[in-house]
């Protein structure tokens, strides 16, 4: 059992910001972001960078940074889809490529928007190291790299066992795949550096504000289009256009509730380890790691000598429930200790200090949702899987240019604008989705006991076929 617990998450714990106050009264803007996570205050980045003049607020339910976005692991990395394979499988090289590439840009652009905004969130571009730990993981890193390939990307390296291991000292590594692109960083400074910034840049931020419904406004004499007014406890906000940008809490509307389903996903985190016992497993860069498990494990360092440990399961509770009872979860945590365990025997005896988790959403075909609604007056973006961090750095340029009514390379993407399948109504929605967790952990089980091949389950793609 873990020895002892931080209250929030480390992040949170770390980085510390004042809330500013909620909505009161009646306001009005230009823009109205709902959600203060990276998608609402990326796109907020991006809109004032394109357009200094705009009215643009950003109204947060809680505080900056209180839903995924500060509480992650914070890896910013190209992942989209199950992996490449998967990405080209099912958008073809053309387009599978151009949406690998606009999340590889964005992961050095936000290397290079926090150094040019001073905003030290502790970014570290160490790449990315896959490992396998089974011949099944193994085959995954081979299509991955066969997929890389074909789609003309630079930046991706094949490594032996005795590299991996040689690099980070664990027995289970039987192969590994490098990439290049891959930052990790301090989310939580992110999150608060970039609400600052936005600021600066003439936002208005409101904190502690449930949007608690929209509805068309009459327009003002003067203009003939039609306005939205944003209800909120304390006061009303009328905008021309919306962004909503509120992720797995999109689940709880009209819209979205059968589009994106709320998976809590966890982390531990260590004490911070000696010099001894980081020698114990080499691992001298800040490279991410992650392995090709369905329901991955990914550990990274951070800078005051720790190693955060996540993935492992994910939990769905019934109607997709959100609530700060499931930000931790007593089995998941048991498991993650377990396989950190298996990973570096060698620490068997380090201490864990902090274990969180938090709501991510997840979409039918396991890709991200950019799109419009309400005659053109709300833009959305949401549905990362679990790996939004550089991915919703990109969705605040598309969500600028939707907002800005502008067709790029970036709104031609093949996660914007697409018809998604959406899932079953209750309860087969959660009978569907708990199915499917189950099967991709049972074919993770499988692949540790010498069985199945790199594949996705048959049974999986049977169920999302139906589903589809
Ligand atoms: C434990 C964990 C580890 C993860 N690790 C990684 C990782 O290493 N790399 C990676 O790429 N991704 C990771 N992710 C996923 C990543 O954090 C998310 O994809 C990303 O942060 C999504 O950002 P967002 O702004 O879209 O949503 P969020 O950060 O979830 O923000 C949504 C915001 O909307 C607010 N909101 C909801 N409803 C309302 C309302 N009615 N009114 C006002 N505000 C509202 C919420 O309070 C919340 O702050 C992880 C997630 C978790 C939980």
Known sequence: MLQEFGSAAYWLETSHRSPKPAVRGHQEFDVGIIGGGFTGLWTAYHLL???????????????????????????????????????????????????????????????????????????????????????????????????????????????????????????????????????????????????????????????????????????????????????TPGGS???????????????????????????????????????????????????????????????RRTLDGRILWGGNDGVIHYKGRIAPRHDRNDGVMNGLESSFRRTFPQLSNIRFTHHWGGPVGITINFIPMFGTLLDGRLHYGLGYNGHGVAPSHTGGKILRDKVLGVRSDLTDLCFVDSTEPAFPPEPLCWISAELTRRSLLRQDSNFDAGRGSGEMDPLLLRVMRRLG
């Open 237 to 299: 906000v009328t905008v021309d256009q919306v962004v909503l940008a509120t992720n797995a809490w999109a689940a709880q509307t009209e819209w979205f509730k059968r589009k994106v389903v709320p998976l809590y996903t966890y982390v531990i985190m260590t004490e911070p380890l000696s010099e001894e016992q980081w020698d114990s497993i080499g691992w001298e860069s800040h490279c991410g790691i992650e392995d090709k498990r369905n329901f991955v494990h990914y550990y």
């Open 49 to 231: 960078q394109a357009e200094p003049g705009l009215k643009v607020a950003v109204i947060e339910r809680e505080i900056i940074g209180f839903g995924a976005s500060g509480r992650n692991g914070g890896f910013a990395m190209t992942l989209l889809d199950m992996g490449l394979d998967q990405l080209l499988k099912n958008f073809g090289a053309q387009r599978a490529s151009a949406a690998h590439r606009a999340v590889a840009a964005s992961v050095t652009e936000i290397g290079e928007t926090t150094a040019a905004e001073g905003i030290d969130c502790e970014l570290r571009h160490g790449g990315l190291m896959v490992v396998a730990t089974n011949r099944g993981q193994l085959e995954r890193v081979e299509r991955d790299l066969a997929a890389a390939q074909t789609m003309g990307l630079d930046g991706f390296e094949r490594m032996t066992a005795d590299e991996a291991q040689t690099q980070v000292h664990s027995p289970t590594y039987v192969g590994a795949m490098f990439e290049a692109d891959c930052a990790v960083l301090h989310p939580a400074k992110l999150a608060h550096g970039l609400a600052e910034l936005v600021e600066r840049m003439g936002a208005t931020i409101y904190e502690g504000t449930d949007v608690t419904a929209m509805t068309e406004a009459p327009a003002p004499r003067s203009t003939a289009s039609t306005k939205v007014r944003i209800d």
